[in-house]
């Protein structure tokens, strides 16, 4: 009888392991399907992204930003936040005061920092801290802010 107290609470303790290590595994977090990789909060040299971009999604429209990434568009009242800068992936996010509206986005930039392709998408409409509306791609190209000598003309 002896015997088979100790199998049964073997099977019991052996049990209760077992379901312990899949209740741990069970309930790791996961990340959303779409939602882009963990950001670095190492703001790299933001300094590349000052100046103004051509922001191309149907319509053309001028970003404005500071040394650190920030800054305004025309559309909505739109701002824009950088986030992280790690080495050619810009990260941040963006806020349309005049619509309530407010999302993330990604640029992967071209090797010299003059352009980039990216993505954007919604995590706020309103009171909706959910929206299901998709976002898009768009195109940044860097506008020229010195004018080069060679496009100055030459004295009379």
Same mark, same amino acid.
């Given at each position: 009888?002896?015997?088979?107290?100790?199998?049964?609470?073997?099977?019991?303790?052996?049990?209760?392991?077992?379901?312990?290590?899949?209740?741990?595994?069970?309930?790791?977090?996961?990340?959303?399907?779409?939602?882009?990789?963990?950001?670095?909060?190492?703001?790299?040299?933001?300094?590349?992204?000052?100046? &103004?971009?051509?922001? /191309?999604? =149907?319509?053309?429209?001028? !970003?404005?930003? @500071?040394?650190?990434?920030?800054?305004?568009?025309? *559309?909505?009242?739109?701002?824009?936040?950088?986030?992280?800068?790690?080495?050619?992936?810009?990260?941040?996010?963006?806020?349309?005061? &005049?619509?309530?509206? /407010?999302? =993330?986005?990604?640029?992967? !930039?071209?090797? @010299?920092?003059?352009?980039?392709?990216?993505?954007? *998408?919604?995590?706020?409409?309103?009171?909706?801290?959910?929206?299901?509306?998709?976002?898009?791609?768009?195109?940044?190209?860097?506008?020229?802010?010195?004018?080069?000598?060679?496009?100055?003309?030459?004295?009379?």
């Amino acid at each position: 009888m002896s015997d088979r107290r100790i199998s049964i609470t073997g099977l019991i303790l052996i049990t209760g392991l077992i379901s312990a290590c899949a209740a741990t595994e069970m309930h790791r977090p996961l990340p959303a399907p779409d939602a882009p990789a963990a950001v670095s909060q190492d703001p790299g040299d933001r300094g590349v992204l000052a100046g &103004e971009w051509e922001y /191309e999604d =149907g319509a053309v429209l001028t !970003l404005r930003l @500071d040394e650190q990434g920030n800054g305004t568009y025309a *559309w909505k009242d739109g701002h824009f936040e950088t986030q992280a800068l790690n080495g050619h992936l810009w990260q941040g996010m963006w806020v349309q005061r &005049e619509n309530d509206r /407010e999302g =993330g986005f990604t640029v992967e !930039l071209s090797p @010299d920092y003059t352009e980039g392709e990216g993505r954007w *998408w919604y995590t706020r409409i309103g009171a909706n801290q959910a929206p299901t509306e998709k976002g898009g791609t768009f195109h940044l190209t860097r506008k020229s802010s010195h004018a080069s000598l060679s496009d100055t003309p030459p004295a009379p």
